[in-house]
């Protein structure tokens, strides 16, 4: 069973089975909570583990892929914050604060902090009372947030109030990099600091491939690489390479290599 429970940016979630469901493109900073169970995060290039108690802050504009795991008969569950982008502008003119520099990191887990447990532990009595929860009482707690994060390190300003657009990127080098990631090519693009135009011309002049053609092959020689060396099913492959369905993993793979992902 899958529970989901949005205040107006402030969300709970509540997992009772394993899931690889999850946002993989972050459009807003967010800060979450591990209440219960285990957070497994794949950036492209580190897995993270997180449990419970552990407060994560994830940048926006990354490509983030999670599974959550119940943990000893308890539920998944975290609590979430959205620092969305107007709410930080306003923050920041209001405090004048200011971005001195661009940050490569994804996740950033902060230490314990007992100003951080409670201010958690208060968001738990508001669930299963959305109506009682007002826009503006939302917005309050969201500034609290941003206050915590700033007293528990202030150079997360850096993070929080980097407002520009991704600049131009090594296309060759992000793309071998996060080419499991099952978003669409013009989020690519946009991660690499291309228009979409642009990345298919770019993308054409290093690896002489169609973007889609290219990831369709590389997801399929990683699929193979793990199902032969890693001893995975077939069954934990297909997300784990990008694709949305075990089906057309399965047919795409015996078009490639004749054979079936589970005969290997």
């Not at 951080?116 to 299963?128: I, Q, V």
């Not at 109030?161 to 991704?166: L, S």
């Not at 228009?195 to 889609?212: M, Q």
Request: proline share 3%; glycine share 6%.
């Amino acid at each position: 069973m899958t529970e989901i429970e949005n205040l107006h940016g402030i969300l709970r979630g509540c997992y009772t089975r394993s899931s690889k469901s999850g946002e993989q493109f972050i459009k807003e900073h967010g800060l979450s909570c591990i209440v219960s169970g285990e957070m497994e995060a794949f950036d492209g290039a580190v897995r993270h583990v997180y449990r419970k108690g552990d407060v994560v802050l994830s940048r926006k504009n990354t490509l983030i892929r999670f599974v959550k795991y119940p943990l000893n008969d308890d539920p998944f569950e975290a609590i979430s914050i959205v620092l969305d982008e107007p709410l930080l502008r306003g923050f920041a003119q209001q405090h004048q604060l200011v971005s001195q520099k661009g940050v490569k990191e994804s996740l950033f887990k902060l230490d314990q902090d007992d100003f951080m447990t409670a201010y958690f532990s208060g968001l738990k009595p508001w669930f299963g009372h959305k109506n009682k929860i007002s826009t503006e009482l939302a917005e309050i707690k969201k500034i609290e947030a941003i206050h915590l994060i700033l007293k528990y390190n202030k150079n997360f300003k850096d993070v929080l109030f980097h407002f520009a657009v991704p600049g131009k990127i090594n296309l060759e080098a992000f793309m071998n990099t996060h080419f499991q990631f099952n978003v669409p090519l013009a989020q690519l693009a946009f991660l690499t600091g291309r228009s979409l135009a642009t990345f298919k011309r770019d993308f054409d002049k290093i690896f002489k491939i169609s973007p889609s053609r290219w990831l369709q092959q590389k997801r399929l020689d990683e699929a193979y690489y793990l199902l032969q060396n890693k001893k995975m099913k077939s069954s934990e492959v297909y997300l784990e390479v990008g694709f949305e369905t075990q089906s057309h993993f399965s047919y795409a793979f015996k078009n490639r290599f004749g054979l079936n992902p589970s005969s290997i």
